[in-house]
């Protein structure tokens, strides 16, 4: 029943599109298109939290666009703000007032982020972190997480090891194998790899490295290892090796952001560095950041001849992006992140209760708005435990499903709300949700 946009598009029209793609673009497309066989849908047109492909198919997002669009798509007051932006120019090589007002808008909420620099991605966002992290402590090499996703910039694409007999190195520490090519091998044997699910292994590792390195990445609700939120005892060994040894805390936010007015870092009591921003900071434009305390951002300010780290570009702070994104987190006030999590944490408690009522071997993790599903009762502790992925066929069928009743969450059955859904669009998912995993399984 929610196909009923009225368009009138052939059905084939995402097929066709993908095949005109193949001809210009290597594998397809920037999106995961091999986790939508044959195609993927293209995207037409979106509302709130609703989506319509090219076929005229209309679907809850719970992508939206992986997890950036906090109020789903068009949102009115982004709307208007870029609409008049836009008549005004697109970029301009001077500063604009809309960059101070999305940085006033961000330090105002987050007390410990005092100053912001911005950039066009949550990936560019990391690799200044890192720049930075090295500028301060003047080392070179990083630790992260293993199979954390911190976006696709080389030290970042590492710690990814699927065969469990290698998932320890040589030297008894976990892997920094690469998951892309044409990694230098002298950045893969500098990186520290850290278990996220064992704090006593990462304190040893810290123990016998930490003073080795420049920086650590760390998400507290790491998407790709399960999206399991960090244990208090994981950030004080953290937070302890990071005073012990000089070390930047680079807490990555790109997605966390959303879980609390004043940040990730926030709720897990974590006091970062640099934090790198993007997502729903360009509310649903290109956007990224990186914040911290005064004394620490110190490091880009570049001018007047001071050896900073150079943080920014021709597309830094344009102001489409800016005005956006103020929009955004001004209609995301206290009250829409309280209102949004408990959405949020309801939908996961009720949906995890229909899944053990139902005898079904899964369960959601997350937190707030996020949510990913598992294949598995067990309990989740990080990368190891869902590698490889529990029920991985059965997981791809789940999506399929999902999709095909008109739900789209992302490649990996995860999914974040947007303030547009009520708890009438959270009970469809849940009980759609439970439905395809019982078909899947069944
Ligand atoms: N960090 C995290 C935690 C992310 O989830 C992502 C993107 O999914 C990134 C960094 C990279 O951000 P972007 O895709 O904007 O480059």
Same mark, same amino acid.
């Given at each position: 029943?929610?196909?009923?946009?009225?368009?009138?598009?052939?059905?084939?029209?995402?097929?066709?599109?993908?095949?005109?793609?193949?001809?210009?673009?290597?594998?397809?497309?920037?999106?995961?298109?091999?986790?939508?066989?044959?195609?993927?849908? /293209?995207?037409?047109?979106?509302?709130?939290?609703?989506?319509?492909?090219?076929?005229?198919?209309?679907?809850?997002?719970?992508?939206?666009?992986?997890?950036?669009?906090?109020?789903?798509?068009?949102?009115?007051?982004?709307?208007?703000? +870029?609409?008049?932006?836009?008549?005004?120019?697109?970029?301009?090589?001077?500063?604009?007032?809309?960059?101070?007002?999305?940085?006033?808008?961000?330090?105002?909420?987050?007390?410990?982020?005092?100053?912001?620099?911005?950039?066009?991605?949550?990936?560019?966002?990391?690799?200044?972190?890192?720049? %930075?992290?090295?500028?301060?402590? %003047?080392?070179?090499?990083?630790?992260?997480?293993?199979?954390? /996703?911190?976006?696709?910039?080389?030290?970042?694409?590492?710690?990814?090891?699927?065969?469990?007999?290698?998932?320890?190195?040589?030297?008894?520490?976990?892997?920094?194998?690469?998951? +892309?090519?044409?990694?230098?091998?002298?950045?893969?044997?500098?990186?520290?790899?850290?278990? /996220?699910?064992?704090?006593?292994?990462?304190?040893?590792?810290?123990?016998?490295?930490?003073?080795?390195?420049?920086?650590?990445?760390?998400?507290?609700?790491?998407?790709?290892?399960?999206?399991?939120?960090?244990?208090?005892?994981?950030?004080?060994?953290?937070?302890?090796?990071?005073?012990?040894?000089?070390?930047?805390?680079?807490?990555?936010?790109?997605?966390?952001?959303?879980?609390?007015?004043?940040?990730?870092?926030?709720?897990?009591?974590?006091?970062?560095?640099?934090?790198?921003?993007?997502?729903?900071?360009?509310?649903?434009?290109?956007?990224?950041?990186?914040?911290?305390?005064?004394?620490?951002?110190?490091?880009?300010?570049?001018?007047?001849?001071?050896?900073?780290?150079?943080?920014?570009?021709?597309?830094?702070?344009?102001?489409?992006?800016?005005?956006?994104?103020?929009?955004?987190?001004?209609? /995301?006030?206290?009250?829409?992140?309280?209102?949004?999590?408990?959405?949020?944490?309801?939908?996961?408690?009720?949906?995890?209760?229909?899944? *053990?009522?139902?005898?079904?071997?899964?369960?959601?993790?997350?937190?707030?708005?996020?949510?990913?599903?598992?294949?598995?009762?067990? +309990?989740?502790?990080?990368? *190891?435990?869902?590698?490889?992925?529990?029920?991985?066929?059965?997981?791809?069928?789940?999506?399929?499903?999902?999709?095909?009743?008109?739900?789209?969450?992302?490649?990996? +059955?995860?999914?974040?709300?947007?303030?547009?859904?009520?708890?009438?669009?959270?009970?469809?998912?849940?009980?759609?949700?439970?439905?395809?995993?019982?078909?899947?399984?069944?």
């Amino acid at each position: 029943g929610l196909n009923d946009t009225g368009l009138e598009l052939p059905l084939t029209h995402s097929g066709a599109a993908f095949m005109r793609a193949q001809k210009v673009i290597p594998g397809g497309s920037m999106r995961p298109s091999s986790w939508f066989p044959p195609h993927p849908p /293209y995207a037409l047109r979106g509302q709130g939290c609703w989506l319509t492909d090219l076929d005229g198919n209309r679907v809850l997002d719970c992508s939206n666009n992986f997890f950036s669009l906090v109020h789903g798509h068009a949102f009115p007051p982004v709307v208007e703000a +870029v609409r008049e932006a836009v008549g005004q120019g697109t970029a301009f090589g001077l500063p604009t007032p809309s960059e101070i007002a999305l940085a006033e808008a961000i330090t105002g909420r987050a007390p410990h982020l005092e100053r912001v620099r911005f950039c066009n991605s949550g990936t560019e966002a990391v690799m200044y972190a890192v720049k %930075g992290a090295r500028a301060l402590t %003047g080392r070179s090499a990083i630790a992260k997480f293993e199979g954390a /996703y911190h976006g696709t910039y080389d030290v970042m694409e590492l710690g990814y090891e699927s065969s469990p007999e290698n998932w320890d190195g040589p030297d008894g520490d976990p892997a920094a194998t690469p998951y +892309v090519r044409g990694t230098p091998p002298g950045l893969i044997a500098e990186t520290v790899i850290l278990p /996220y699910g064992d704090p006593a292994r990462c304190a040893d590792i810290l123990r016998r490295k930490g003073r080795t390195l420049a920086g650590i990445v760390f998400d507290p609700l790491a998407s790709r290892i399960g999206m399991i939120p960090a244990s208090a005892a994981l950030v004080e060994v953290l937070q302890e090796a990071c005073a012990r040894d000089g070390i930047m805390l680079i807490c990555d936010e790109v997605i966390g952001f959303r879980m609390a007015h004043a940040g990730a870092h926030s709720l897990f009591g974590l006091k970062p560095d640099l934090v790198a921003l993007g997502k729903v900071i360009g509310g649903g434009l290109p956007a990224g950041g990186v914040a911290g305390p005064a004394a620490r951002m110190a490091v880009y300010d570049h001018t007047h001849g001071k050896p900073g780290v150079a943080l920014g570009g021709t597309f830094s702070a344009n102001p489409l992006t800016m005005v956006a994104g103020k929009a955004t987190l001004d209609a /995301y006030d206290e009250a829409a992140v309280s209102r949004l999590n408990a959405l949020g944490d309801a939908f996961r408690e009720a949906t995890n209760a229909a899944f *053990r009522a139902a005898g079904l071997e899964a369960q959601l993790t997350g937190m707030g708005g996020l949510f990913r599903l598992h294949l598995t009762g067990r +309990v989740l502790r990080d990368f *190891r435990d869902i590698t490889p992925t529990p029920g991985g066929e059965a997981l791809a069928r789940v999506q399929a499903a999902l999709l095909a009743s008109g739900v789209l969450v992302t490649p990996n +059955v995860s999914g974040a709300l947007s303030t547009p859904m009520t708890e009438a669009e959270t009970t469809l998912l849940g009980r759609l949700m439970v439905d395809c995993v019982a078909e899947a399984l069944g």
